[in-house]
Antibody, heavy 123, light 108 residues
C-alpha cells in the first residue's frame, strides 16, 4: 500500500530555511487523483495546513505562510518537498506530509498521512 | 481568517455516546472531515464528506452536519477511542483549508 515518509534536518537556526522532503512509496506521485500536502502541528496546538501541490504543478498555500513557502514535486524520485524561509521559534512543530483527495469543488480531505518529522528552530 | 471551533475536551463513560461539535460559518457550503489522533501518532481520517466512513473505520463512528455545525458521534465508546479529534474543512472558496483546535476525548 502507499506510504509517505517525511525527512529532513531536525534542527534549524532562526532566520534560516527549513527544507523537508516526503518520499512516496508503493504508488506513483504522478496521479491526477491526488494533491500532495504539508501539514504541521506545534506543541500543544492544533493541526495547521501549509500547502498543497499537484504533480502537474498546481499549488496553493495557507495565505499567512505563502510569502515564505516554496513547494515542488520530483516525479523521477517520487518525492515532493517543502521549503519554509526565515524561520522563527514559532515554526517549531511536527511536520507531516499527507495525500489530499482531489475534489473539483469545495473542501478536500487528507486520506493518508506520513508519520511526521520533528523540526525545532533554535540557535 | 476563517476558523473552526471545537470544545477542548469531552469526557464519556465506556459504552456511552460522545458527541463532538465543530462550528464554522462556511460549513453550510463546505464538507466537514474528522480525524482521530492518538499520542505519538499521525492523524487518521474517520469521517469524510460530513458523514461518510472510510474503509476500516468502525461503525460506531458517525458524522452529520447542519447549518454552521458539524458533529462527530461515537456510539458505544470504547477505551481505545480515547484520543484527540479534529475537524477540518475550508473557507467559502475552498482554497484555504482549516482545522479546528481539536477535542480531547477522555474515556472515564
Amino acid at each position: 500500500q502507499v506510504q509517505l515518509q517525511a525527512s529532513g534536518p531536525g534542527l534549524v537556526r532562526p532566520s534560516e530555511t527549513l527544507s523537508l522532503t516526503c518520499t512516496v512509496s508503493g504508488g506513483s506521485i504522478s496521479t491526477n487523483r491526488y494533491y500532495w500536502v504539508w501539514i504541521r502541528q506545534s506543541p500543544g496546538r492544533g493541526l495547521e495546513w501549509i500547502s498543497s501541490i499537484h504533480y502537474r504543478g498546481d499549488t496553493y498555500f495557507k495565505a499567512s505562510l505563502k510569502s515564505r513557502v516554496t513547494t515542488s514535486v520530483d516525479t523521477s524520485k517520487n518525492q515532493f518537498s517543502l521549503r519554509l524561509s526565515s524561520v522563527t521559534a514559532a515554526d517549531t512543530a511536527i511536520y507531516y506530509c499527507a495525500r489530499e483527495e482531489y475534489i473539483s469543488a469545495g473542501a478536500p480531505w487528507f486520506d493518508l498521512w506520513g508519520q511526521g518529522t520533528q523540526v525545532t528552530v533554535s540557535s | 481568517s476563517y476558523e473552526l471551533t471545537q470544545p477542548p475536551s469531552v469526557s464519556v463513560s465506556p459504552g456511552q455516546t460522545a458527541s463532538i461539535t465543530c462550528s464554522g460559518d462556511a460549513l453550510p457550503n463546505q464538507y466537514a472531515y474528522w480525524y482521530q489522533q492518538k499520542p505519538g501518532q499521525a492523524p487518521v481520517l474517520v469521517i469524510y464528506k460530513d458523514s461518510q466512513r472510510p474503509s476500516g473505520i468502525p461503525g460506531r463512528f458517525s458524522g452529520s452536519s447542519s447549518g454552521t455545525t458539524a458533529t462527530l458521534t461515537i456510539s458505544g465508546v470504547q477505551a481505545e477511542d480515547e484520543a484527540e479529534y479534529s475537524c477540518q474543512s475550508a473557507d467559502i472558496n475552498g482554497k484555504q483549508i482549516v482545522f479546528g483546535g481539536g477535542t480531547k476525548v477522555t474515556v472515564l
